[in-house]
C-alpha cells in the first residue's frame, strides 16, 4: 500500500514538474519571438536611417553632379531594405524627368522613410 502511495507521488510530481517546464518553456518561446520582432526592426531602422543619412549627404548637400558609383551605393542601399513602396518611391525620384519633379520626388521619399522608421 505504502508502494502505491509513493508512486502515486512520484508520477504526480513528475506531471506537476513537466507541467511547469512545459509553461516555461510556452514563456521563453513568446519572449523569444518578441526579441526577435525588435531586432528585425532595429536592423530595418538602422538600414533606413543609414540610406536617409547617405543619401541626404551625397545627394541633398551634394554641389556636384552624383556620379554613378554613389547612384551605385543608394540604389543598392534602397534595395537591402525590402521594402516595395520605398522602391516605388525610389524610382520615381530616380526617372524624374526635370528638377521640380526630382524635388517633389526627394520630399516624397524622404516622408515614406520617415513613416517607415519605427519608434518603439
Known amino acids: 500500500m505504502r508502494s502505491h502511495i509513493f508512486w502515486g ?8 514538474s513537466n507541467a511547469f517546464f ?21 536592423r530595418y531602422n ?7 543619412k547617405m543619401f541626404i ?3 541633398i548637400k551634394s554641389d556636384k553632379e552624383v556620379d554613378f558609383e554613389t547612384r551605385l551605393q543608394l540604389e543598392n ?3 537591402q531594405l525590402n521594402d516595395p513602396q520605398i522602391l516605388l518611391v525610389w524610382q520615381n525620384f530616380v ?8 524635388q517633389k520626388n526627394v520630399k516624397d521619399l524622404l ?5 517607415k522608421v519605427y519608434i518603439k
Open 22 to 42: 512545459g509553461l516555461r518553456y510556452l514563456a521563453a518561446a513568446k519572449e523569444l519571438e518578441s526579441a526577435q520582432i525588435v531586432a528585425s526592426s532595429q
Open 77 to 79: 542601399a534602397v534595395r
Open 111 to 115: 516622408e515614406v522613410l520617415v513613416e
Open 57 to 59: 549627404k551625397r545627394v
Open 9 to 16: 507521488m512520484v508520477i504526480f510530481i513528475l506531471i506537476a
Open 46 to 52: 538602422e538600414r533606413a536611417i543609414n540610406f536617409m
Open 95 to 102: 526617372n524624374s524627368q526635370n528638377e521640380i519633379d526630382a
